[in-house]
Every structure is written in C-alpha cells, then in structure tokens.
C-alpha cells in the first residue's frame, strides 16, 4: 500500500486544485411572504380560494421537502390586523407561524400595533429568528432575541442575511419608545459588513413603503431585496439586483431560486448569480392538514360570539381599498356617523386605512359582529378632541395630500362637508368646508371624534396629536363596540355617498 500512497497524495493534491480553480457553486431557494393578516383562505374574484397559513405551510413544506437548501422568509406584517386579534393580540398569529417557522422574520409596522408589552410577549412566543437591526429599545440597546445579520453557508458559498423593520411605525402604529432607525441607511451599513465579514451573496429582508424599496435598490444596498407593507406583487431585475414582494395573505407565495458561483483567478475571488422567479399560486396547492385543522379550531372559537346579526344595511356598502383610500364611500360615512352619535361631536373623522375588509355588501344584507371586526380590526378606541377650526381645515388637508395615490390617511367623515381641488399644491386644495351646515369658523373650537390612531397623530395627523384631548385612548370605548351598538340600535341602516367630499 505505500507503493500507491504517493499516487494517491498527487490525486488528492490535483483534485484539491481543480476544486480550488473551479470555485464553487449553490442554488438556494429564497421563499418570500409579507403582509399575512388572515389566518383563513380567501375567496377572491375568479371564485378561487387562495391564502391563509394551511396553504402557506403547504408551499413552504413542499419546497423544504425537495431536499435543496431554502430561506424561508417573511418580510412582516402579521399580528394585526385579523379578526381574531381584536381578542387575542395575535397570539394565534405566532402559533400558527410557530407551525411553520420562517429562517428569517423581520417585524411590519403592524406588529407594534398593540403597544411594546405585547409585542415583546408575541416576538417572545416566536420559535423562529427575528431580525430588525434598527430597532433598538428605549436605552438604544439591541432587544434580546433579535438579531442584526447572519451568515449561512451552503455547499461553502456563504449568504449573508440582514433584516429591518419599518422605520414609519412610529407614524403608522405604536411602538411607543422603541427606537426605529432609518431604513436605507441601517441596510446599507448592514449589507457593507456582510461583505467585509466575507458574504458571497447579500439578501436584505425588510418592511418597507415603495419609495424606500427603489431608494434600496438603485443604490444596490443587497444583490436582494425581499420586502413588505405595499400589498403588491412585484419583481424587478435588471441583471445585477432584484427586487421581490409577494402580494398579502399568501394569496401568492414568491419563489426566488438563485445560483451562486464563485471562481478563483489568480487568487482573487469572483462571484457571479442567476435568479430564476416562480411565482405560486396558493390556489392550486392542497392545505395542510395539520395546519388547517389548528386554523379551523380557531375558526370555532370565534363562530359562536361573531355570527350573530346585529343589523342590516339597505343600501350597498364598498370597503374596497381604492374605495375607502380614495374617496368618500358610504361605509365609511357608517362608521364616523356611529361614533359621532356616540360621543355627541361636532363632527368625526377615521382614515379610509383603519377600514380592512375590503369586500362589497349588497342591499339587503345582514350585518354581524364578525363584519364589524373584519372591518374594524385594530381595537382603536374612541378619543375626542377639541380642536380649532384652522387645525380643522389643516386635518382634511393631511388627509387629501396624496390624491390621486391612494392612502390610509384618506378621511372618512361625519358632520362636515369638504370640497377640494386636486390641481392644486397639497396642504392649499381644500377651497370650501362647513360644519353642521355652516361655513368652517377657523377660530372656532369644535370637538371632533375620532379613533386613538389618529389622535396619537398617525398618518399625519399632528394637529389632533397636539390638539386638547377631551376623552384620551385609555378612557374611550372600542370603536368596533360603537359601531355594533350604532346598527344594533338602529336595526337597520342605509348609509350613502351624499357628497360630503367633494373633490374637483
């Protein structure tokens, strides 16, 4: 046998060099998810039903079963809105993500919606890696169980992974004193170190509007970019990035199946990358079972107190995003007339983004509680303010700043009218208002009810945040409870686009 060893020793010395000029190569599947609020499948317009955790878990085993190496990862937006949240705080949320655990999960805007206390409880349920290297807590110190980055490696090529949340939470939601730094900056900073720590390829995972998602990806922050919170589906490359988001509700997950090489050339490392997109459809996967029979115990929980009728409305109600972000719409006005009835204000005034269901209801219809909370889903409470009429004015001109871009902040009104001219700059476009049928007084006080979002001056709103509270978040009653004891009391209802916004 040592006749052969120097002969084996060669081969072995050869084959180490080739691998060594070869480099090496891995494919690795990138699965992406964001925005998941409802825990059930959904029924959408060709009749299909796409979405909920029993199909997602079904994407995500299929792909884990084909033995290759894959990145599950979910860009956030998941404890709130959903209807069983107004009871549980998203609890179900976690354990049902507990069944099918991302490798990267990245908090949205909506997982502070329930305060900090709950969100560390939620975050400390979670039996999957958290990544959010902005968020920081009041003493500027990294919250235990998160992480900044991470490098993995597969077949020796190493991916490095950076995540972050968003940084308007502050606007959106209610992280309280957390500390959220800015986005582009806080990746690229992050993304510069995967590479100096030796990263081949850099994924970034974060929840972040459109305008921060393009900023990211002109300035190539990560050879990806898997992102969250504008509910579309979108894939953009343009040969050295990409970009990727997967709708909402897993109504579609987006598979990225990437191949990495790396060649060494005179002792310099070269890498390049491939992606291959695929798109599913959550329509023509089979649920899980497991996962659907944990979902349909939630379900049964909530048949018994929601499927109660507590009205019916005599005209037809549109809760449609480009419907309630847009415009006046008549479910809209329901809501601000319940709360203003309730609080007896001057006037009242809830964003078209606080409105979730996004569905039509015909004529004739019954209204059940479940309704009420599908639509009402973030436990808001009632504040009222008192506030001038020129801060008043300054309101609706927050609201209508956007048009023709659809926006949460859109206003859904009560006791006032409002006419605008889009042609004109936001902040001068309102050109008439009146309250109560009487031209606006800008000197003059009035009292206006609105939700707690709103009065912490969310979405805009500064004046309310600023303005005299008469009734704060912590002593005002749900809004969805107003709601239901508005059309429970009246029986039925027949609410209209009567012109209260006007726009020209």
Do not use: C
């Not at 039996?127 to 003493?139: I, K």
């Not at 004109?424 to 009487?438: D, E, F, L, T």
């Amino acid at each position: 046998m040592s006749v052969f060893r120097p002969a084996i020793l060669a081969l072995l010395f050869y084959a180490a060099t080739v691998l060594a000029a070869q480099g090496q190569t891995t494919k690795v599947t990138f699965l992406l998810v964001n925005d998941i609020y409802q825990m059930s499948e959904q029924v959408l317009a060709d009749g299909k039903p796409r979405g909920g955790f029993a199909r997602l878990a079904a994407v995500v085993k299929a792909e884990r079963a084909k033995g290759g190496h894959v990145v599950f990862a979910h860009a956030g937006d998941t404890l709130s809105p959903s209807l069983m949240s107004s009871f549980d705080k998203g609890e179900h949320i976690i354990r049902l993500t507990n069944m099918v655990p991302p490798d990267v999960f990245v908090p949205g805007n909506h997982e502070f919606d329930y305060g900090k206390d709950v969100f560390l409880k939620r975050m400390g349920e979670a039996s999957f890696p958290l990544y959010a290297a902005n968020l920081r807590g009041p003493d500027g110190r990294p919250l235990a169980g998160f992480r900044d980055r991470q490098i993995l490696e597969f077949d020796r090529v190493r991916i490095g992974i950076s995540g972050s949340t968003g940084d308007d939470s502050k606007v959106k939601s209610n992280p309280q004193d957390l500390q959220i730094a800015p986005t582009p900056e806080t990746v690229m900073t992050q993304t510069a170190s995967l590479r100096a720590e030796g990263a081949d390829f850099v994924v970034a995972v974060v929840h972040a509007n459109r305008a921060e998602d393009w900023q990211l990806y002109q300035e190539r922050a990560a050879d990806l970019i898997l992102t969250g919170d504008d509910h579309d589906l979108l894939i953009a490359y343009d040969g050295r990035t990409a970009m990727v988001e997967s709708s909402s509700d897993a109504h579609y997950v987006t598979a990225i199946d990437v191949t990495v090489s790396i060649s060494m050339d005179e002792g310099r490392k070269h890498v390049t990358w491939w992606p291959q997109f695929r798109v599913i459809d959550t329509a023509t996967v089979t649920p899980d079972p497991a996962v659907a029979a944990e979902v349909a115990k939630y379900e049964q929980e909530l048949v018994r107190e929601l499927d109660v009728e507590i009205g019916r409305t005599g005209s037809d109600l549109d809760s449609r995003v480009a419907t309630v972000r847009m415009r006046e719409a008549a479910i809209g006005s329901l809501f601000a007339d319940a709360i203003r009835a309730s609080t007896g204000a001057d006037v009242a005034v809830v964003n078209g983004g606080g409105i979730r269901a996004a569905r039509l209801y015909n004529a004739g219809a019954p209204i059940t509680r479940r309704d009420i909370l599908a639509e009402l889903p973030f436990g808001n409470k009632v504040v009222t303010l008192a506030v001038s009429g020129k801060a008043l004015k300054d309101a609706m001109e927050n609201g209508l700043s956007v048009l023709p871009l659809m926006a949460g902040r859109f206003p859904q009104i009560s006791g006032m009218r409002v006419e605008a001219d889009l042609s004109k700059p936001a902040g001068q476009r309102v050109i008439a208002m009146s309250v109560g049928g009487a031209p606006l007084d800008e000197a003059r006080r009035y009292t206006v009810a609105t939700n707690d979002f709103l009065a912490r001056g969310s979405d805009g709103y500064t004046m309310f945040r600023d303005a005299e509270h008469l009734v704060r978040d912590y002593d005002g009653p749900l809004m969805a409870n107003e709601v239901m004891a508005y059309i429970r009391r009246l029986g039925a209802v027949q609410p209209i686009v009567d012109g209260r916004i006007t726009l020209k």
